[in-house]
């Protein structure tokens, strides 16, 4: 605790509301050393679309995702669409981010399934509008919320 104190350290403890007021009322000094709090808002569905849209756009060569790309009609607005209609918001601000690549993940895997021996080229390596609503659906049936 008396690191905290000498003004040369930056701490950083990051987590869910709930949980980091458990951790920061677990010990009295926690209070009285910890200068600065700030909340992040949730993500919005449109936050989400643009999150899919960026780790799709800008890979790099170990992402999960190197090499594949979103059908010309997965527009932010299209995708938005699809997180508002497919997800709970109890769901989204449960997941937030993360959602992400839970929703990519299982649509990669759509993509797979769905491709026949005689798939070619891009097709290969395009994921469309209905790879990600699989994926959301997906995300919604096996994830629970209490």
Same mark, same amino acid.
């Given at each position: 605790?008396?690191?905290? &104190?000498? *003004?040369?350290?930056?701490?950083?403890?990051?987590?869910? =509301?709930?949980?980091?007021?458990?951790?920061?009322?677990?010990?009295?000094?926690?209070?009285?050393?910890?200068?600065? $709090? $700030?909340?992040?808002?949730? $993500?919005?569905?449109?936050?989400?679309? &643009?999150?899919?849209? +960026?780790?799709?756009?800008?890979?790099?060569? *170990?992402?999960? $995702?190197?090499?594949?790309?979103?059908?010309?009609?997965? =527009?932010? &607005?299209?995708?938005? *669409?699809? #997180?508002?209609?497919?997800?709970?918001?109890? !769901?989204?601000?449960?997941?937030?981010?993360?959602? +992400?690549?839970?929703?990519?993940?299982?649509?990669? &895997?759509?993509?797979?399934?769905?491709?026949?021996?005689?798939?070619?080229?891009?097709?290969?390596? =395009? #994921?469309? !509008?209905?790879?990600?609503? +699989?994926?959301?659906?997906?995300?919604?049936?096996?994830? =629970?919320?209490?």
């Amino acid at each position: 605790m008396s690191v905290l &104190e000498d *003004g040369d350290i930056v701490v950083i403890f990051a987590g869910y =509301t709930e949980p980091m007021k458990r951790v920061m009322s677990s010990n009295e000094g926690f209070c009285r050393r910890v200068a600065h $709090f $700030f909340h992040f808002d949730d $993500f919005s569905s449109r936050d989400l679309a &643009e999150i899919v849209r +960026v780790k799709m756009t800008k890979q790099t060569e *170990g992402s999960r $995702f190197y090499g594949f790309k979103l059908h010309p009609f997965c =527009t932010l &607005e299209a995708v938005t *669409g699809l #997180i508002e209609r497919e997800i709970t918001e109890k !769901l989204r601000n449960k997941m937030n981010g993360g959602l +992400v690549d839970h929703m990519l993940t299982n649509a990669k &895997e759509n993509l797979d399934a769905r491709l026949s021996f005689d798939s070619k080229g891009d097709e290969l390596l =395009t #994921i469309t !509008l209905n790879d990600l609503e +699989v994926g959301l659906q997906q995300l919604s049936s096996r994830v =629970t919320i209490d």
